[in-house]
């Protein structure tokens, strides 16, 4: 690999009269008046010129100058970034699956629509819901469609309610998602163990809540043991519960949400069923909802009589659709490829396997990093900088120079209630050596922190970039290249 | 063990002695023991890979007519893709990362969003682009809801009752929930563009926006300089909604004719149709509105050494820091389509596009003269079109359809049931990837199933 990689933007190696791609000739008559006399443009200003050659290398360079899952372990608490197996890419891609138009007729998507059914019934039995709509574009999405339904089932029973009660330690999708409902936040705190207090919990319940938002295991890695008398005590009041499944890697085949008390959930294909996450996408945010849930899902509805799939939009009380079509398809296949692969043994050693990697990464550094919950962990664990601030070293610090060693750090700052955060999650594709190599470059991290600590304010050295200047950025904003006068 | 878990007996003994526990299932003990699963899943055994391939070929083969020759768009369009956009999207360095976050690990990812931005806003002739939505549907549902933050108080928005009916059902999915809103259609007049006279008598100084699709799903592109000036007129903003962007490679951008925010699906652009998914939303919108714009954004910016990187920047609109007060809940978005569209637009770049466009344009109007000169076939739309059209028939669409596919053609999309008034009339799509000869055996099967 070259150290040194300036790439310029296409847009300025550009060159009058190059070109990338040669198109057959016309072969209907050449009409002279096309469209109708409508005011055309000119020129697709600014668009670059350029050959083959010049655009493979510029992505080629580019991608040289990202970390990712295939070049080793990637830590990023909440975020799942496990091993994306290469047979699922190969199989999203069949032509058969590519081409297929999502408005050609029923008969014709068989196939296609047999797929969502059957990803439907898996995800229904590894979460214990009644029913899945695949049709969210991303975790967000899945949640904001939840709450459309939470919303849609309490008006029918007698009123939407106002409240929804958050967590202190909840991803920031959830608020976001809760008040574009139109629902107003309430934040429910966190108790010393790190979990929600039930107390206080309790206290907040009232009839004008519509609903608690949970995520389990919480953002801190740790199971809510209390969860049934949490379901409990917003089910007595009329409310709802719904789960942020964003950490269902620590739960499959283990335990199941809808035996919980949980309501409704989004899902992460993305994070637990080993979709990749492209740079930030595509991903897909199943949901899943209890019994009662199911006439207000959103449209259309797959329905299977006699073996064969029908597309059902013939329903009165639905939210009505959340997006164009029928969902991210090509990630569906490929989740559906991991649980086919995996079959319920493999899907237990998800969890088996994620709780194994957390824990023992979480015992190797005891004592290096503060641990402000001593809670056990599930699939992560939060470490903070509290000894290295000591030594006037930030996690931010310890993030950068983690990249000198070649690991991608892990997630800085969140969850909120731990100040100075590092929070780690190995998944279950990581072996043990690349634990290891983990582990002692943070051992070693520690040693610096202490012994040189100004090695750690100037990390990365190793990059091809170093720290950018993100208040400059954000101060005076570049958005996109424009052509100089 | 599972091929994705590389963990030998001997790793598993040591690592549970480190943790200092005698099993794998005592990791799980702050879960209540009547909460844990007693028995398996109920899933079907785990398959090798050749079984796998097996099952997923066959499940892919029971979808059909991918040898026919599809005059379908409506929304999702089959374009010819070269193959450097497939062969870079198998890298692992793009698909297998996280969102940029880190940005000094990141910079290929970032680099690349800041181009398909810069695309994104001279497409749309527009200032400032995000770095992607997850479809056009959505998209323009986050438009509406960003007209909102920009114009506070007013509360009717006008939607192009020719707007795609997926978009327009996705609209009322998001805006039926906040009781400050009211959606109003805007008919579309014999030519298949917005009744703009209907549209002035109505409007008042309460309207919020004026939502266009450019073109249309009636394949009509309409006359968005015209309806802008009305909008502004009272105050209101314009946006305009793109399902095929390729159309943009001719027409006006929505920008120069006056649109305040114009968003449109990418999927014309290097995307597999795949069954609708995923596409891409585009989104962007003029400079002084740039702090109500949902979605990731990216931005230039200098490392500690003075050279040039790139960072996601202005996040205080976003989720993760603001929470409630955020201006969209997205997050995770479409990175990887993001990138797919960008790298299709460097390779067929200023020439290569405006072709392509050109070639749509030229072989639709030949199959319009074609198919309006079969008895019992008539254009249903004066307006303009750029590569769709709507014929009428002098038989009802499902039998139509029924004996064309009996003639290996997948003929087009039946509006009747989202137009009850559109009765007998089919949208028709010929791409550049349409011969003259598949053209010429629509109008002759047409001809035969119509007689």
């Not at chain 1, 000119?42 to 350029?50: D, H, I, K």
């Not at chain 1, 969210?136 to 949640?143: K, S, V, Y």
């Not at chain 2, 603001?322 to 299709?344: D, K, P, V």
Request: charged share 20%.
């Amino acid at each position: 690999m070259i150290k040194e990689i300036r790439e310029p933007l296409i847009f300025e190696i550009s060159e009058t009269g190059k070109r990338a791609v040669e198109l057959p000739a016309l072969d209907v008559p050449e009409k002279k008046d096309l469209l109708g006399g409508v005011p055309l443009r000119r020129e697709l200003e600014g668009f670059p010129e350029v050959s083959e050659t010049e655009v493979s290398r510029h992505f080629t360079r580019l991608s040289q100058k990202n970390y990712c899952v295939d070049i080793g372990i990637y830590p990023l608490g909440s975020c799942t970034m496990k091993y994306n197996p290469k047979v699922n890419e190969r199989l999203s891609g069949l032509p058969d699956f590519a081409a297929c138009h999502p408005l050609a007729s029923e008969d014709l998507v068989q196939g296609s629509l047999e797929v969502l059914k059957r990803l439907e019934t898996y995800l229904c039995e590894i979460a214990g819901m009644d029913a899945f709509s695949l049709h969210p574009a991303a975790g967000a999405h899945g949640e904001l469609t939840g709450m459309m339904l939470i919303r849609a089932v309490l008006e029918a029973r007698g009123g939407a309610r106002k409240y929804v009660l958050i967590p202190d330690s909840a991803h920031g999708t959830n608020p976001s998602s809760a008040h574009i409902c139109g629902y107003s936040v309430k934040e429910v705190k966190s108790n010393e163990k790190g979990t929600i207090d039930v107390e206080a919990l309790d206290a907040a319940m009232t009839d004008e809540v519509a609903a608690l938002m949970v995520t389990n295991p919480n953002t801190l890695g740790v199971f809510e043991s209390d969860i049934c008398r949490v379901t409990e005590i917003v089910h007595a009041k009329g409310g709802l519960v719904y789960m942020d499944g964003a950490n269902m890697n620590a739960l499959t085949g283990i335990v199941r949400p809808g035996d919980m008390g949980i309501d409704v959930l989004h899902i992460n294909l993305h994070k637990t069923f080993s979709t990749p996450h492209g740079g930030g996408g595509p991903g897909s945010g199943p949901v899943g909802v209890k019994k009662d849930f199911v006439p207000y899902l959103p449209v259309p509805v797959i329905r299977e009589k006699g073996g064969s799939f029908a597309l059902d939009f013939d329903r009165p009380a639905t939210i009505g659709r959340v997006r164009s079509y029928f969902g991210n398809f090509s990630v569906i296949v490929r989740a559906l490829c991991y649980i086919l692969t995996l079959g319920p043994k493999g899907v237990r050693e998800i969890a088996e396997f994620a709780v194994l990697n957390a824990n023992y990464i979480r015992k190797s550094l005891e004592g290096e990093y503060h641990l402000k919950y001593t809670t056990p962990s599930m699939h992560e664990c939060v470490f903070s900088d509290k000894i290295q601030k000591e030594f006037g070293v930030t996690n931010l610090d310890i993030a950068k120079r983690l990249i000198d060693y070649g690991i991608h750090p892990p997630t800085m700052s969140f969850p909120l209630i731990v100040h100075g955060a590092l929070m780690i999650e190995p998944t279950e594709t990581e072996s043990r050596r690349d634990l290891d190599l983990f582990i002692d470059a943070m051992k070693a991290i520690a040693r610096e922190a202490k012994e040189n600590p100004e090695i750690l304010h100037s990390a990365p050295h190793a990059a091809y970039v170093s720290r950018l200047d993100e208040v400059a950025a954000a101060k005076f904003p570049v958005l996109r290249w424009v052509k100089e006068p | 063990m599972s091929a994705y878990t590389p963990h030998s007996e001997a790793d598993i003994a040591s690592m549970l002695e480190t943790i200092g526990v005698p099993t794998v299932d005592d990791l799980f003990a702050t879960i209540p023991a009547t909460l844990r699963q007693q028995a398996g899943l109920g899933l079907p055994a785990g398959l090798t890979e050749p079984e796998l391939r097996r099952e997923l070929t066959s499940l892919a083969a029971r979808n059909a007519g991918a040898d026919a020759a599809v005059f379908l768009g409506a929304g999702a369009y089959s374009h010819a893709v070269p193959a450097v956009v497939d062969q870079i999207l198998l890298r692992s360095e793009f698909a297998t990362a996280y969102t940029p976050y880190q940005p000094e690990v990141s910079q290929g990812t970032l680099q690349s969003v800041f181009e398909f931005q810069t695309f994104t806003a001279l497409l749309l002739g527009l200032d400032v682009a995000n770095a992607s939505m997850y479809d056009g549907a959505s998209a323009t549902a986050e438009a509406i809801l960003m007209a909102r933050r920009v114009l506070p108080g007013r509360r009717v928005v006008w939607l192009a009752r020719s707007l795609h009916p997926q978009y327009r059902a996705t609209v009322a999915t998001y805006v039926c929930r906040l009781p400050d809103l009211e959606l109003r259609d805007i008919p579309f007049g014999p030519d298949g563009r917005c009744d703009l006279t209907v549209l002035e008598a109505a409007l008042r100084d309460d309207a919020l926006c004026v939502v266009l699709g450019y073109p249309n799903v009636l394949g009509v592109i309409e006359d968005v300089t015209a309806a802008a000036s009305l909008a502004r007129a009272v105050g209101a903003l314009t946006l305009t909604v793109t399902t095929e962007p390729l159309a943009l490679a001719m027409v006006k951008s929505p920008g120069a004719s006056g649109a305040d925010i114009a968003v449109a699906e990418g999927q014309s652009f290097g995307l597999p149709i795949s069954y609708g998914g995923p596409g891409v939303g585009l989104f962007a919108t003029r400079e002084r509105y740039l702090r109500s714009m949902p979605g990731r954004i990216v931005g230039e910016t200098v490392d500690a050494k003075g050279r040039r990187g790139f960072v996601l920047t202005l996040a205080t609109r976003e989720q993760h820091i603001r929470r409630e007060r955020a201006t969209s809940n997205i997050c995770t978005n479409q990175g990887l389509c993001a990138l797919r569209a960008t790298i299709f637009m460097e390779s067929l770049g200023k020439q290569g596009l405006r072709e392509v466009a050109w070639q749509n344009a030229q072989k639709a109007a030949y199959a319009a003269e074609r198919l309006g000169a079969v008895p019992g076939v008539r254009r249903k739309f004066s307006g303009p079109v750029f590569n769709e059209f709507v014929v009428e028939l002098a038989k009802p669409w499902p039998a139509v359809d029924a004996g064309l596919r009996g003639q290996g053609l997948i003929g087009g999309y039946g509006l009747e049931p989202a137009y009850p008034e559109l009765k007998n009339c089919a949208l028709v799509c010929v791409t550049e990837l349409k011969t003259k000869d598949q053209i010429d055996r629509l109008a002759r099967a047409l001809q035969e199933v119509l007689s």
